[in-house]
């Protein structure tokens, strides 16, 4: 690999989701939710962070490992998402983009492992 993480577009939309949860999460309806503020806080923040990390090894399968996490991570980010709607705390309006943005980063993140797997040598 010879690409730096900050290059990868999933790392970029990544970055573009953490700011949408963030701004998200700074109202009023979320004010004292501590603990589920700080589960998606901890979970968009491991996408980018997993992604970074696993690039610094230079080695594919060290990065699709991270990549897996970093997958995991954006689903948990849906589900919270899912969960913040559901007691009422958002409308499905409020979480739509977050919740696109998260699909299209896994979806990329799939995309990636695949390639990544194909330059892998037994």
Excluded: W
């Excluded at 010879?2 to 577009?9: A, M, N």
């Excluded at 968009?44 to 970074?52: F, L």
């Excluded at 309006?93 to 492992?113: A, D, P, V």
Aim: aromatic fraction near 12%.
């Amino acid at each position: 690999m010879t690409k730096s993480f900050e290059e990868f577009d999933v790392y970029k939309k990544g970055i573009v989701l953490a700011k949408l949860i963030f701004e998200f999460l700074n109202t009023k309806t979320f004010e004292k939710e501590f603990g589920f503020k700080d589960q998606i806080k901890r979970a968009v923040i491991s996408i980018t962070n997993n992604i970074a990390e696993g690039s610094e090894y230079n080695n594919n399968k060290q990065l699709i490992r991270y990549l897996k996490i970093s997958k995991g991570s954006c689903a948990e980010v849906r589900s919270m998402l899912i969960l913040s709607r559901e007691p009422g705390f958002c409308s499905q309006t409020e979480i739509e983009e977050s919740y696109k943005i998260s699909i299209e980063i896994s979806q990329n993140l799939s995309n990636f492992i695949k390639y990544l797997s194909t330059k892998i040598k037994d």
